[in-house]
Structure formats: structure tokens, C-alpha cells
């Protein structure tokens, strides 16, 4: 449904590249915690510090980041745009997390043998 919506309001205002990569950077940074949270307290403060270390060390390599070996703009942005590409499609193709008819896409379809 909510798919439907965005698709809708595609229509009416330009969605982005980067838009749509912030969404997704999102929605399975907390998709994941509702799990762990039941789980219990522990799996979910692991999760949340994995977090943490992981967006630090990708900001510190950030045009934002405070050591002098940052990559610049450019660099930054070229390589922001490839690796977001490789990784969702490569989550397309590859992730059982995704919704059933998503990853039915990407499977073979098993031939009756009767």
C-alpha cells in the first residue's frame, strides 16, 4: 500500500536517486531492531552499537568526516552512488528478506515433475 502511495506521489513531485537510498538507509537500520528488541535487551544493544561503529566509520570517510584523509566531494558521492547501486540490487537478487513477490522475481521457478 505504502508502495502504491510513493508510486502515486511519484507522479506529482520528483523523487531522487538519493531520496529513495536515504529511504532505504532508514527503513532496514530499523527494521532490523524491532527483532532484536524481542529478542531481549542485549541483542538489541548489540545491534544499536554495531550501528553506531558501522555510520561513524562511514561518516569519518565522509566528506563530513575530521580526519584529513576524508574523500572529497566527488570522490565521495561517485562511490556513495556506485556501492548504493550494487548493494540494492544485489539485495534484490540476493535477500529472502524481502517481500515474497520481490524475491520470487529472482528465483527459478521449480517445474512440476507430475
Known amino acids: 500500500i ?7 506521489l511519484s507522479l506529482l513531485i520528483d523523487i531522487t536517486f538519493l531520496q529513495l537510498v536515504v529511504y532505504h538507509f532508514i527503513l532496514w537500520t530499523l527494521y532490523p531492531l ?6 531481549g535487551p ?3 544493544l548489540n545491534y544499536i552499537g554495531v550501528t553506531i561503529i558501522c555510520f561513524a566509520f562511514f561518516l569519518l570517510l565522509s566528506p563530513l568526516g575530521l580526519f584529513a584523509y576524508s574523500l ?3 570522490m565521495f558521492y561517485q562511490q556513495f552512488y556506485l ?5 540494492i540490487s544485489a539485495s534484490f537478487a540476493l535477500s529472502g528478506a524481502n517481500p515474497s513477490w520481490v524475491v520470487n522475481l529472482f528465483r527459478p ?4 515433475t507430475t
Open 2 to 8: 505504502v508502495a502504491l502511495g510513493v508510486a502515486g
Open 34 to 39: 524491532r527483532s532484536r528488541l524481542t529478542q
Open 42 to 44: 542485549v541483542q538489541a
Open 72 to 74: 572529497n566531494n566527488s
Open 83 to 87: 556501492w548504493s547501486y550494487i548493494h
Open 109 to 112: 521457478v521449480r517445474q512440476s
